[in-house]
């Protein structure tokens, strides 16, 4: 398998893992205020840097529709 098959892997289970993490903190009600999804959000981006160092400059964008429809991430 190539490189970028293995890093296009791992990628793809860090935004799953995030995405149905803030999915059910969402459901939970633990995620109540903006303040409360940016912190979130920048825990995700700061495991992102651990694992791939080299991505720091890469931004991380939510998208969601109205009310609790699931989350997308952008890599």
């Known amino acids: 398998m190539a490189l970028m ?6 990628q ?3 935004v799953a893992f995030a995405h ?3 999915l059910s903190r969402i ?11 940016k912190k979130l959000l920048s825990e995700y981006a700061e ?3 651990k694992k791939f160092p080299d991505w720091d400059s890469l931004p991380i964008f939510l998208v969601a529709g109205a009310g609790f429809e699931p989350a997308a991430f952008r890599l």
Do not use: C, H
């Open 5 to 10: 098959d293995v890093i296009d892997i791992m």
């Open 12 to 14: 793809r289970q860090i």
């Open 20 to 22: 149905n993490d803030l």
């Open 27 to 37: 459901a939970s009600g633990e995620i109540d205020t903006e303040q409360k999804r």
């Open 47 to 49: 495991e992102l840097l």
